[in-house]
């Protein structure tokens, strides 16, 4: 039997995820559709020996993360159970403190996983790989391979080509070490917790054997630094490379990337989610999911590659997209006719009036768009042609103290006025424009 | 009686315009911009009039040579080999302008506003001096030189841009002047405020008449634009049958009977459209001027610009803050041009985000 954990973070993690995590903890912000971290259970639900899946994170219980729980408990008819940290333990602290839930059952293993990456899953090629590498107590980790430049902002390990051990490995080095990066997806045995043991009795005692003693973060352990780079080199620790699609979310723009990264998933995944034409429905070029209770407008034309949930869609409606078909469209959403979207997420109860056009962006939950306002932002993919290349999340602003150009992001509630020009901005919930916005953040 | 346009040179402010055309043959409201002066000129009686003009003056005259023929009027070339100022062009059209002995007309090419040239005539031939300057009333004219008169309108000096408030009128750049003043002009480059206007102010030989109505300088993009909004209000009141009356209209607005216009557009206030010009569904225009030949496709947003001739404007493209196209160029769809000066023949594929010229 094994389990799944998923750590969530808290509200003070995920900071470069504002405004939008301002309203909902950022592992639940809806990416293709659905929220980020059901991807990652969707894609436990396929090792039949996953049993039950733990939400480790910081958050208080909040409307949002109860009902998602209920919700994907019944859909996916697994257990599911949110566990909160009573202060913030850390990427191993967490899975310490609450090691007793985790070997509930006693579970062989179990897969952990971090809340804020989007990932084609090899769930079963990962098990059958860590079943056959070793037969001893091992763990596993999962690796992608990056440009040697950008390695450097994630963790590095080299490995052993025969043996698949990971010989070394450090966080964000100052130097190059490897291309090989840590995906933040492992497989661990019961035993790690003797390893995590270890180091939370060292800490502790650290405080009273003329260790700083106002050490805010005593309880804190983090599993890379701590508990994985000490286990490199032991003949303990083995690494899985994949080269399916994996990326990080940690600003807006990523939430874009990875938008587009699970959309082309479902060709293959959920072919189901994509829409057809017929007859009687409105004319879809390209790839497009309706969801089966949405209500589109017959005339509407679509050619967008998205989800679109209960989207009221009037006559008329162009919500094109040529080349690049990359746009989520929630649930009650207004599309006004004449509207442009493209390579952009429209959330929940959002309205855009006629002939605006919405490029790079994210419109709040809520928010509206007057007519023939342009909301645009300023995309940072990786680039297309290094196919291990791995998007940026840059800092907010450049050596100049300049807003770096970025996806826009209207905030819940922001209203927009017609004929005006929104780029490169941030507006947080509730704001009312009355002129046109470029390059700033509104507060 | 006869009259003088200072039509001058390269016309290099209007450019990117001005590279296709000579500046007084490219379109003001729908009609070439010499061409107002001209027919308010021959609706006083004006039967000749020279163009001084030190550049393109073959282009300009085979132009013209239609006109001459529907309003019964004489134009003729005036070339400076060299350019000669403000005054100098007196001097080289001396033998046309001194034929008949009457007062005759100068004006600067660049004016657009209600032309008084009766008014003039009959104020000059009331205090039968040398000449009349029309002075008309700005919101800052320190930007200028100005005019100091007294109540009869005799001319007492004149302040370039003053430094404290000396008086609110400034030199309209429109003249009439008796033939005797030719006698103070040489032929050689000369500044007609500065050379000639003092030394007849001094002997009481230059009088002021008040201009009543808008004026504007329209020789360059942004005046270009200030200049086309008073003459559409100006049209509102004289003859508002002339403005577009169509769906979609809002304010005072200038179509040529062959443009077409589509669904769902908001055109207005303040737009001139030229002929052959076709705007598709859903496009909202304000402030702005499109030339001939253009064709602006649908959802698109345009402010404050005037777009050249023959340009195809793509879908969902926002242009504002003072866009000027030349001739014949190309903006792809989903662009936002902010204050860009293109050059003609471009094809523009990336945004515009800060003013900046587009060669």
């Not at chain 1, 293993?109 to 079943?131: A, K």
């Not at chain 1, 902002?153 to 010989?167: D, S």
């Not at chain 1, 009312?432 to 470029?438: A, H, M, T």
């Amino acid at each position: 039997m094994l389990k799944a954990v998923i750590l969530i973070g808290g509200p003070q993690k995920g900071t470069r995820f504002r405004p939008l995590s301002l309203e909902l903890p950022k592992p639940l912000f809806p990416v293709a559709g659905f929220p980020i971290i059901y991807h990652h259970i969707e894609a436990c639900v396929k090792l039949p020996e996953v049993k039950e899946i733990l939400l480790i994170g910081a958050y208080q219980p909040s409307e949002a993360l109860n009902r998602f729980i209920a919700t994907t408990q019944r859909e996916l008819n697994i257990n599911l159970r949110y566990l909160q940290e009573y202060t913030t333990l850390g990427t191993a602290g967490g899975l310490y403190h609450f090691r007793d839930q985790i070997l509930a059952g006693k579970p062989s293993g179990f897969f952990v996983f971090n809340g804020d990456i989007c990932c084609d899953f090899p769930m079963v090629d990962m098990w059958n790989f860590h079943q056959q590498v070793q037969t001893g107590d091992h763990f596993t980790m999962l690796a992608a391979e990056a440009t040697r430049k950008q390695s450097l902002q994630y963790g590095c390990l080299a490995e052993n080509e025969e043996t698949h051990e990971v010989l070394h490995y450090v966080e964000k080095p100052q130097t190059f070490v490897s291309s090989s990066i840590n995906c933040g997806v492992y497989i661990f045995t019961p035993e790690i917790f003797s390893h995590i043991g270890a180091v939370f009795l060292k800490n502790q005692a650290d405080v009273f054997n003329g260790g700083d003693n106002i050490n805010p973060v005593r309880d804190c352990i983090r599993l890379e630094q701590d508990i994985l780079s000490p286990l490199a080199g032991a003949k303990k620790l083995y690494v899985f490379k994949t080269t399916r699609f994996w990326s990080q979310i940690k600003s807006a723009g990523s939430a874009i990337y990875a938008n587009r990264l699970y959309l082309s998933l479902y060709n293959s995944t959920h072919p189901e989610r994509l829409a057809h034409n017929n007859d009687n429905g409105p004319k879809i070029i390209g790839d497009v999911f309706i969801h089966p209770s949405a209500r589109v407008d017959p005339s509407a034309t679509w050619s967008i590659k998205l989800p679109v949930f209960y989207a009221v869609v009037s006559r008329c409606a162009t919500v094109l997209l040529r080349s690049c078909p990359n746009v989520t469209i929630g649930a009650g959403v207004t599309v006004g006719p004449g509207v442009r979207v493209r390579e952009s997420l429209v959330l929940e109860g959002a309205t855009l009036q006629d002939h605006c056009c919405i490029l790079h962006s994210i419109i709040g939950w809520n928010s509206s768009v007057g007519a023939w306002t342009r909301v645009e932002g300023t995309a940072n993919d990786p680039n297309p042609n290094d196919k291990h290349a791995k998007i940026d999340s840059s800092t907010l602003f450049n050596e100049e103290g300049k807003l770096n150009p970025s996806i826009t992001i209207l905030g819940r509630n922001v209203v927009i006025p017609p004929e005006v020009m929104v780029l490169n901005a941030i507006l947080l919930p509730d704001k009312e424009l009355s002129s046109s916005f470029k390059n700033q953040i509104l507060l | 009686m006869k009259a003088l346009i200072l039509v001058g040179g390269y016309g290099t402010r209007l450019r990117p315009l001005t590279l296709s055309a000579p500046k007084p043959l490219v379109e003001f409201c729908n009609k070439p911009m010499l061409l107002h002066q001209v027919e308010a000129l021959a609706q006083v009686g004006v039967k000749e009039i020279v163009l001084a003009v030190s550049y393109r003056a073959e282009q300009l005259e085979k132009e013209l040579k239609a006109h001459e023929k529907k309003l019964g009027i004489k134009i003729t070339m005036s070339h400076e080999e060299e350019p000669l100022g403000t005054a100098g062009p007196l001097a080289l059209a001396k033998g046309i302008l001194s034929a008949d002995n009457e007062p005759f007309f100068v004006l600067n090419s660049d004016i657009s506003c209600e032309f008084p040239f009766q008014e003039m005539l009959d104020f000059h031939k009331n205090h039968g001096k040398e000449g009349t300057i029309v002075v008309t009333k700005v919101e800052e004219p320190s930007k200028y030189g100005v005019v100091v008169y007294d109540d009869t309108g005799r001319i007492e000096r004149f302040v370039e841009k003053p430094s404290v408030f000396v008086s609110n009128k400034i030199n309209a750049g429109m003249y009439i002047f008796s033939p005797a003043i030719l006698d103070r002009i040489e032929l050689r480059p000369t500044s007609i405020e500065k050379e000639v206007f003092p030394f007849m102010a001094n002997s009481g030989q230059l009088y002021a008449m008040e201009l009543s109505g808008f004026w504007m300088d329209v020789g360059q993009p942004k005046d270009f634009l200030t200049g086309m909004c008073m003459y559409l209000t100006n049209q509102k009141q004289r003859s508002p049958e002339r403005l577009y009356n169509g769906q979609g209209v809002h304010g005072n607005v200038l179509v040529d009977p062959s443009a077409k216009i589509g669904k769902n557009c908001r055109i207005g206030p303040n737009v001139v459209i030229g002929p052959d010009v076709v705007v598709e569904d859903g496009v909202c225009i304000k402030r702005s001027t499109i030339l001939r030949g253009t064709t602006i496709k649908s959802h698109s947003w345009i402010e404050s610009s005037i777009i050249g001739w023959r340009c195809q404007i793509g879908q969902w493209v926002r242009m504002e803050n003072v866009c000027v196209l030349g001739e014949d160029v190309i903006v792809k769809d989903e662009l936002y041009i902010n204050g860009g000066r293109i050059l003609p023949h471009k094809s523009i594929g990336t945004s515009v985000t800060e003013p900046q010229i587009i060669m």
